[in-house]
Nanobody, 125 residues
Framework: QVQLVESGGGLVQAGGSLRLSCAASGRIFSTSTMGWFRQAPGKEREFVATISGSGGTTYYADSVKGRFTISRDIAKNTVALQMNSLKPEDTAVYYC??????????????????WGQGTQVTVSS
């Protein structure tokens, strides 16, 4: 059993910042690939950021590149998403995901085995 619990969502004005956290527990390696995805109302879930098991490789969606930063604490088995310069179009439910048996960064949602319950991020204009 694997659990991913997100926290840190909320309401923020455009230009502001939020930091999302995801704590992983259960039968999962602390060095498994982790990622963040988001889903806005009426849209499909989309990739946001991913980080390799070692933390040495990261990929970002073009829409967030330069504004968002993904990081991980292997010892604590957590992953974070620092979101700066937020825009109204960043409004969505953000999901943490884990690829149990993979250690390389991947943007494909089909590579992820476990998903958190999601945390709402709302950016007002």
């Amino acid at each position: 059993q694997v659990q991913l619990v997100e926290s840190g969502g909320g309401l923020v004005q455009a230009g502001g910042s939020l930091r999302l956290s995801c704590a992983a527990s259960g039968r999962i390696f602390s060095t498994s690939t982790m990622g963040w995805f988001r889903q806005a109302p009426g849209k499909e879930r989309e990739f946001v950021a991913t980080i390799s098991g070692s933390g040495g490789t990261t990929y970002y969606a073009d829409s967030v590149k330069g504004r968002f930063t993904i990081s991980r604490d292997i010892a604590k088995n957590t992953v974070a998403l620092q979101m700066n310069s937020l825009k109204p179009e960043d409004t969505a439910v953000y999901y943490c995901a884990a690829a149990a048996a993979k250690f390389y960064a991947t943007i494909r949602n089909i590579d992820y085995d476990y998903w958190g319950q999601g945390t709402q991020v709302t950016v007002s204009s």
